[in-house]
């Protein structure tokens, strides 16, 4: 039996760029052996599994990395959205679509509403998804001396506009780092002894998120970059999973007033793959925050994979 799949670069509107991932619309049939051996052949990041649950624009989703079912987050969330209606499984039948996604990894329930909107064509443009997040923000951190030192900085590059390294976790705990600028993020370099030697690792945050003003002329107001010890020096890995916990790092801070803020993110250096997340944030000044995350995609290939029957 053949499986079709697509393969969408995510947060980008460019063409390698972003985030490259396939998803599989209509994956009804396969079992979970067979997932994890298609998403080994495929040897992405995350390979994405949907298939019908009897609702209308509606899919149950299932992701999977090399080694291991994975749960869903921004980045397969907006290629599953976009396969769908790009291809047409889901059609858009409104200027704003809402397409809801269902995972029940570890028999935990998760609904995700993702909006796809149509660009000027009347085809799939921007996707926008949904979380209601809580966050548990730890104020002890190691010392600027401490951060510069396992980042291979000068303590003058860690910090600006009034915020502040904090630790904070809505689910997985990253420590977020302010920095001074641009150049300075792409010049930073894991020091795995530095942070041995620190408090860091007692925090149980295993990556550090990066971020500075973005001056350069795109989108983004904030460039970032994910850094820790279980990621190569050479690597600039996708920052999804740390949008909500950076969105509530930024209303932790009192110069940020209540009300909703609208900032865009850039992942990837300017020479690089780079990806573009447009962020929307209702601050209501409380560990409760509501957050919506947009972003374009590419399709960029489409295949099949065939089981003998």
Same mark, same amino acid.
């Given at each position: 039996?053949?499986?079709?799949?697509?393969?969408?670069?995510?947060?980008?509107? %460019?063409?390698?760029?972003?985030?490259?991932?396939?998803?599989? +619309?209509?994956?009804?049939?396969?079992?979970?052996?067979?997932?994890?051996?298609? #998403?080994?052949?495929?040897?992405?990041?995350?390979?994405? *599994?949907?298939?019908?649950?009897?609702?209308?624009?509606?899919?149950?989703?299932?992701?999977?990395?090399?080694?291991?079912?994975?749960?869903?987050?921004?980045?397969?969330?907006?290629?599953?959205?976009?396969?769908?209606?790009?291809?047409?499984?889901?059609?858009?039948? &409104?200027?704003?679509?809402?397409?809801?996604?269902?995972?029940? @990894?570890?028999? &935990? !329930?998760?609904?995700?509403?993702?909006?796809?909107?149509?660009?000027?064509?009347?085809?799939?443009?921007?996707?926008?998804?949904?979380?209601?997040?809580?966050?548990?923000?730890?104020?002890?951190?190691?010392?600027?001396?401490? @951060?510069?030192?396992?980042?291979?900085?000068?303590?003058?590059?860690?910090?600006?506009?009034?915020?502040?390294?904090?630790?904070?976790?809505?689910?997985?705990?990253?420590?977020?780092?302010?920095?001074?600028?641009?150049? #300075?993020?792409?010049?930073?370099?894991? $020091?795995? =002894?530095?942070?041995?030697?620190?408090?860091?690792?007692?925090?149980?945050?295993?990556?550090?998120?990066?971020? =500075?003003?973005?001056?350069?002329?795109? +989108?983004?107001?904030?460039?970032?970059?994910?850094?820790? +010890? =279980?990621? #190569?020096?050479?690597?600039?890995?996708?920052?999804?999973? =740390?949008?909500?916990?950076?969105?509530?790092?930024?209303?932790? %801070?009192?110069?940020?007033?209540?009300?909703?803020?609208? *900032?865009?993110?850039?992942?990837?250096?300017?020479? #690089?793959?780079?990806?573009? *997340?447009?962020?929307?944030?209702?601050?209501?000044?409380?560990?409760?925050?509501?957050?919506?995350? /947009?972003?374009?995609?590419?399709?960029?290939? !489409? /295949?099949?994979? $065939?089981? +003998?029957?």
């Amino acid at each position: 039996m053949n499986y079709n799949y697509y393969t969408a670069d995510v947060f980008t509107e %460019h063409a390698f760029h972003g985030v490259p991932l396939p998803v599989f +619309p209509e994956a009804d049939g396969l079992s979970d052996k067979k997932m994890q051996q298609i #998403a080994g052949e495929l040897s992405t990041s995350s390979t994405i *599994f949907l298939s019908a649950n009897g609702e209308d624009n509606s899919r149950n989703i299932r992701v999977f990395s090399k080694e291991k079912e994975l749960p869903i987050g921004v980045h397969t969330v907006l290629a599953a959205s976009y396969v769908l209606a790009k291809t047409q499984t889901i059609e858009l039948s &409104q200027q704003h679509t809402l397409i809801s996604l269902k995972s029940s @990894l570890n028999k &935990q !329930e998760q609904v995700i509403k993702s909006y796809v909107s149509k660009d000027n064509n009347g085809a799939a443009g921007l996707v926008q998804q949904t979380y209601d997040t809580h966050a548990a923000v730890d104020y002890y951190t190691p010392t600027k001396e401490e @951060l510069a030192a396992m980042l291979s900085l000068s303590p003058s590059d860690i910090g600006f506009d009034n915020y502040r390294p904090l630790i904070v976790s809505c689910g997985v705990p990253y420590l977020i780092v302010p920095i001074k600028s641009y150049t #300075a993020i792409r010049e930073a370099k894991f $020091n795995e =002894a530095a942070w041995s030697n620190s408090s860091a690792p007692t925090s149980l945050a295993q990556e550090i998120l990066l971020f =500075a003003n973005n001056t350069d002329d795109n +989108p983004a107001d904030f460039h970032a970059r994910l850094l820790g +010890p =279980a990621i #190569a020096h050479h690597e600039d890995p996708p920052i999804g999973g =740390a949008i909500p916990a950076f969105a509530n790092h930024i209303c932790d %801070h009192t110069h940020v007033q209540a009300g909703t803020h609208v *900032f865009a993110i850039q992942r990837g250096a300017n020479d #690089a793959r780079q990806s573009i *997340f447009y962020v929307e944030m209702d601050n209501l000044q409380s560990k409760d925050l509501t957050i919506r995350v /947009g972003g374009h995609a590419v399709l960029m290939s !489409e /295949g099949s994979i $065939n089981f +003998p029957s």
